[in-house]
């Protein structure tokens, strides 16, 4: 059975509203018995944090409250959050992207509204704070409509004092005083030509069906119409933008240099064009060729735990920029919710499709990961041969790697590079056609574009990094 959608309620903004929300969020849920409700949780810390009568308001503290009660909905699984405070969506932008859940925006749920059922309508009414009403948050909000406001006689002493005074909603009372209040505004904003009243208060609604006596235009429940949105956005996704997690530190070297292939194959105008990325660096992961070849510590759960971080940080996919690595990704895989990029398949990908008549693959890699036989697997699947170098090659191979002069070390890249270059050659009189570095230290040694002994060169850490990108810039474009 799929789990049941999870909505989370950030109450406390004020208490009242977001009772009135959480009381609405249930009737808009299609049940017919008890157990067809979706969960529901509402997280409540009030605080004072109030417009002053002059609209003057400073919002970080609202900010750190939303963030940190939405960011604690993320561990107990909710998907879609809710916030019944208008104040908020001012900042909405901000917090979005940095957060899991799906926060939905009372404002798409006012537009899709009015739209479909108040579609003739220019003029719209709005009761609100002087803050709303300072930067322009309707107006932005709703760009299709022309906003009224009550003039600020009507507004001061009517409308701030039915939500703020000392006998106001806020205060807890509900009564006849504060609803005549309310209504005068609402003459007030039909004075003035208003063909529809908007609440930008979520407090209005709780004394929504005494206002509505004796008004004749319609005045909208925006609670109801933010819940029932909530509950039709169940099935949507997030909107904010997707998250690439990297399993850095196996080794250092290669991970920076497999982040700057990203960034460098980023077509990018200004830093917010670039991936978003979260890097779990872990150097003390056991080795893993020590592992594959001399049965060293087994790194699978150390792995497994940097990819569990990962996910549990919002990543959406994961890379691993590790050639050897990619032997313990089968054991992985299936306890992650999200995929790991398998580098060593998009390589072979690559090569069939660049490379069709080439069928000897030459392969630089660690020791562990020719005994692994991964590679070998791969491309034997795509028909095509796997070949290594001769013993005394492969420890130029490794020499070049973990040697007192390799990249692990203290890397002489001069020596290095004739190194390889030697070993590329070997390659190349048994028959290879093409060669792979299959491993991403060898990169910083020899450039997949440098001129080599005739053959073609695979960077499979670039060839993953492209594969990034095309997945991850302008996802949500």
């Known amino acids: 059975m799929a789990r049941k959608t999870c909505f989370g309620i950030v109450g406390g903004l004020g208490p009242l509203a977001g009772a009135d929300l959480f009381q609405k969020l249930i009737r808009a849920t299609p ?48 998907d879609i959050a809710l916030i019944g405070c208008f104040l908020s969506h001012s900042f909405l932008a901000e917090i979005a992207p940095e957060l899991r859940p799906r926060i939905v925006s009372i404002f798409d749920a006012l537009a899709g509204h009015l739209q479909t059922d108040y579609p003739k309508v220019v003029k719209l009414g709005v009761l609100t704070s002087g803050y709303s009403r300072r930067v322009r948050l309707f107006e932005k909000g709703l760009p299709e409509h022309r906003i009224l406001y009550p003039d600020d006689a009507r507004h001061n002493a009517d409308l701030s004092e039915a939500i703020y005074g000392p006998e106001g909603i806020k205060a807890g009372n509900l009564g006849s005083g504060v609803v005549e209040m309310i209504r005068r505004a609402c003459r007030n904003l039909i004075a003035q030509g208003a063909e529809c009243i908007v609440p930008g208060f979520t407090e209005i609604p709780l004394v929504l069906d005494a206002v509505r006596t004796g008004i004749d235009l319609p005045v909208i429940d925006c609670n109801q119409v933010y819940a029932e949105y909530a509950v039709s956005c169940q099935s949507g996704s997030r909107m904010s933008p997707g998250k690439l997690g990297i399993v850095g530190g196996v080794g250092p070297a290669a991970t920076v240099d497999f982040i700057d292939k990203i960034i460098r194959r980023t077509a990018a105008c200004r830093d917010q064009d670039h ?162 570095l299959g491993c991403t230290e060898l990169p910083l040694v020899v450039s997949a574009a440098a001129e080599s002994p005739s053959l073609p060169i695979f960077d499979p850490t670039e060839i993953l990094a492209e594969r990034c990108v095309e997945l991850f810039q302008h996802r949500d474009s």
């Open 31 to 78: 049940a017919r018995r008890d157990g067809d409700h979706f969960d529901i949780i509402i997280e409540q810390h009030p605080f004072e944090d109030c417009c002053a009568p002059d609209g003057s308001f400073e919002p970080r503290k609202r900010k750190f409250y939303v963030y940190n009660t939405i960011k604690a909905f993320e561990d107990r699984n909710v």
């Open 275 to 436: 991936i978003r990325m979260i890097v779990e660096h872990n150097p003390q992961i056991p080795d893993r060729t020590e592992n594959l070849v001399h049965g060293g510590i087994d790194p699978t759960i150390p792995l497994y735990s940097a990819c569990k971080k990962l996910e549990q940080a919002g990543a959406d996919a994961i890379a691993i920029p590790c050639n050897t690595a990619h032997a313990f990704i089968e054991r992985i895989q299936h306890h992650l919710a999200i995929p790991i990029l398998n580098m060593l398949e998009l390589t072979v990908e690559r090569i069939v499709r660049q490379h069709p008549h080439r069928k000897n693959i030459g392969l630089l890699a660690t020791t562990g990961t020719v005994q692994s036989g991964i590679y070998r697997t791969v491309l034997e699947q795509a028909w095509l041969k796997c070949l290594v170098p001769e013993v005394k090659f492969q420890q130029m191979v490794m020499d070049v790697i973990y040697g007192p002069q390799g990249v692990k070390a203290a890397f002489d890249k001069e020596c290095c590079s004739r190194t390889l270059h030697c070993v590329i050659k070997h390659l190349q009189d048994m028959g290879g056609e093409l060669v792979v």
